[in-house]
C-alpha cells in the first residue's frame, strides 16, 4: 500500500512511512501524558522512538544490509540504555522542572501547545535526525568502508562518554550533601555538558557511517539540525539558565568550555564553547 501511494522510490516510501509511524507514536505519548499528568513520557520517548522507527523501516525493507544493521544496532544500544536511565530519573525526581515551568506559562491553553510544542516539535526532530537511518534503508550496499569502520570505533566513544557523563551525574546527585551544588569533577571537569557532546558524537558518526557517496552528504543535515537544537534550543542554553543559580557557576564557566573540552595542559582557563 504504502509503494502504491508514494512509488517505487524506496527514500520516499521510507520517508512517509516514517512521518505516518512518528505521528501516531507521539500522539499516543501525548494521550499517556495526559493520563499520567507527566510530560517526562516525551523523553522517554525520545530514547525509544529511534529503535522503534529503524526496526519498523526494516521490516518493511526488503533489501536488508549490513550497514543498515549495524546503524540499528547501534541506535537500539543508544536509546535502551537512555531510556532506562531516563525512566530511573524520572521516578526519583518526578516531571523535569522544564515541563512544570511550561504548564505554569501555558496554564490558559496548555493542552495545546503542549502538542505543539512539544509533542509534535519532539516529533519533526526525530523524523530530521532520523534521515539518515531512512536514507541507508534504499541503499544497496553490503560494503563496510575503512571511513564507516572508523565512525563505528568514534560512536563508542561518544556512547561511553555520555554513559560515563550520566552515571557521574547520578551517583552525584544521589548524595543530599551536593544539593545546591555543581558537579565539577570526572567528565564534568572537561566539558559543562558532556552527556550532550556525547550525544552530538554518536549522532554525527551516525550520519557519517550512512554517507555512502558524495551524493549523499546532504544527510549530514540530521547531526547538524541536532546540534543546532543542542546548543542553541532544548539543551546548552535551557541548562546553562538552571546552572548560574549554583554557586561557583561563574568559576566553572570561566575554566570549563560548555561542550568541547579543552585539553591543553597547563591551562587555567578555558573559552566559552
Known amino acids: 500500500m504504502v509503494e502504491q501511494i508514494m512509488g517505487y522510490d524506496p527514500f520516499n516510501m521510507f520517508l512517509f512511512l516514517s512521518v505516518m509511524i512518528l505521528l501516531g507514536f507521539f500522539v499516543l505519548l501525548f494521550g499517556v501524558s495526559i493520563f499520567l499528568k507527566n510530560n517526562n513520557v ?19 525493507d526488503e533489501n536488508v544490509t549490513s550497514v543498515q544493521m549495524i546503524l540499528n544496532t547501534l541506535v537500539t544500544i543508544w536509546g535502551l540504555r537512555l531510556t532506562i536511565y531516563l525512566a530511573i530519573r524520572s521516578f526519583k525526581a518526578g516531571e523535569d522542572w522544564r515541563y512544570r515551568n511550561l504548564r505554569k506559562s501555558w496554564y490558559q491553553n496548555y493542552y495545546i501547545n503542549a502538542f505543539l510544542k512539544i509533542y509534535m516539535l ?60 555543581l558537579l565539577t569533577k570526572g567528565v564534568w571537569g572537561l566539558s559543562r555538558h558532556p552527556n550532550y557532546l556525547g550525544e552530538m558524537i554518536m549522532w554525527w558518526s551516525v550520519a557519517i557511517i550512512s554517507v555512502s557517496d558524495l551524493s549523499s552528504i546532504w544527510v549530514l543535515v540530521a547531526p547538524f539540525f541536532l546540534t543546532i537544537m543542542i546548543y542553541k534550543v532544548t539543551g546548552v542554553k535551557l541548562m546553562e539558565k538552571k546552572l548560574k543559580g549554583y554557586e561557583g557557576y561563574i568559576d566553572y564557566m570561566r575554566k570549563t568550555r560548555a561542550v568541547l573540552p579543552n585539553l591543553r595542559l597547563g591551562s587555567q582557563e578555558a573559552q566559552v564553547a
Open 42 to 60: 516525551v523523553d522517554l520517548g525520545w530514547g525509544l522512538g529511534f529503535p522503534l522507527l529503524a526496526w519498523m523501516i526494516y521490516f518493511f
Open 122 to 181: 519532539q516529533a519533526i526532530s526525530m523524523l530530521i535526525v532520523t534521515l539518515p537511518l531512512i536514507y541507508v534503508a534504499g541503499i544497496d550496499s553490503n560494503r563496510i568502508s575503512i571511513v564507516q569502520a572508523t565512525f563505528i570505533l568514534i560512536w563508542t566513544i561518544g556512547f561511553y562518554l555520555e554513559s560515563l557523563a550520566d552515571l557521574q551525574l547520578y551517583q552525584f546527585k544521589s548524595n543530599s550533601e551536593n544539593n545546591g551544588r
